[in-house]
């Protein structure tokens, strides 16, 4: 699966109430008559509004305290065909859109959260998203659906969230895909703090690693870079419990896209790797250091951190292919100063569980 921008987009339906004792509000009130009239009681919001919910998010009077769950349905019968931009990461087109749900909620006290979407057949379909933006419609992060689940990290401070779940493939399915939005809080200092000791990866000599160039202005955002020669540096394989990071520099080099130095290294996901966080730790408030994940050999980044910032850690949690090779691409942003700088990336891997 493969997803992300088209994220406009993303503000769709589904439909009914439940119950949960860490949501502070209860979905009450009438439903309408679709595929997405489903009850169970787990959930603390079920989708009521699915032929509207695609423009007008729906509000769920929910306020998060330390876990919510947001149920709802990708209608099969909402299908629309034609390109879609649904790479917020690399741009990338998808044939159509199954269905599109949103939903608001409310946060009182800052906090960090982690949210996964969950759904039995949300496997088969080319992309599904998961997607959280602020009241001012600020993207602020983003999943991929990756095996079974998609999951991101948000850091919210108090006021209202819009989360959206969409569904795309290229032609209209058989039936209708029921999904799970459930919200926790996380600690993310403690779950993945920076690399102190394990396996250190050190990038060679030769730095000739880009593999990969990146241009918000081209669609797609990400292709490979011109050279011949280029190949990402390691690998090596991660496992849930292990301790692993990438130790390296960003040259003063200033190629012809939005960044300057760019680095590659490849990963190899072990078998009970279905979930990893990368933590980019930066040694110089001068640099802002980006990076993207894809899978060996392909261009569509699928996850990462475009954040525009120089004085604080970047992270990002995201779903992925157990047994899979994975690009990690870092990169400088233009407008650097003080180059070479050094920076360090931890490497987090975790075995999801519902």
Not at 90 to 106: K, N
Not at 156 to 173: E, I
Not at 225 to 232: E, F
Request: glycine share 8%; hydrophobic share 40%; with cysteine.
């Amino acid at each position: 699966m493969r997803v992300i921008a088209g994220l406009a987009l993303l503000v769709s339906a589904c439909g009914d109430g439940a119950v949960n004792p860490d949501a502070d509000s209860r979905d009450v009130g009438p439903r309408d008559s679709s595929v997405d009239a489903f009850i169970d009681p787990s959930c603390d919001y079920t989708e009521q509004a699915d032929a509207t919910n695609d423009t007008s998010a729906e509000a769920t009077t929910l306020t998060f305290a330390s876990q919510a769950v947001l149920c709802g349905t990708i209608d099969h019968s909402h299908f629309a065909g034609g390109a879609v931009d649904i790479g917020a990461y690399d741009g990338h087109l998808a044939g159509g859109t199954v269905d599109l749900d949103s939903y608001t909620f409310t946060v009182t006290t800052t906090t960090d959260v982690l949210m996964h979407v969950t759904g039995v057949g949300a496997e088969a379909l080319d992309d599904v998203i998961l997607h959280v933006r602020s009241s001012s419609m600020q993207s602020l992060a983003s999943a991929h659906f990756e095996g079974d689940h998609g999951t991101l990290y948000a850091h919210l401070t108090p006021g209202t969230y819009t989360a959206s779940v969409g569904g795309f493939h290229a032609s209209s399915v058989a039936a209708a895909i029921q999904y799970r939005v459930k919200i926790v809080t996380d600690a993310p200092a403690t779950r993945c703090p920076p690399f102190t000791g394990g396996s250190l990866l050190f990038e060679p000599q030769s730095n000739d690693n880009d593999v990969l160039q990146y241009s918000r202005s081209l669609v797609p955002h990400t292709s490979l870079t011109p050279s011949t020669t280029d190949a990402p540096s390691g690998s090596f394989i991660i496992f849930p419990g292990g301790g692993y990071a990438i130790g390296a520099s960003a040259e003063d080099a200033n190629p012809s896209d939005d960044y300057m130095d760019r680095d590659t290294y490849a990963v190899v996901a072990g078998a009970m790797t279905t979930q990893l966080t990368i933590r980019v730790k930066r040694y110089a408030t001068t640099v802002d250091f980006d990076f993207l994940v894809s899978y060996a050999n392909s261009e569509e980044a699928f996850a990462g951190n475009l954040d525009t910032a120089t004085a604080e850690d970047e992270l990002a949690t995201f779903a992925v292919q157990p047994g899979a090779t994975l690009w990690l691409w870092f990169g400088a942003r233009d407008g650097a100063t003080g180059l070479p700088q050094s920076y360090d990336a931890t490497i987090c891997p975790e075995t999801f569980s519902p």
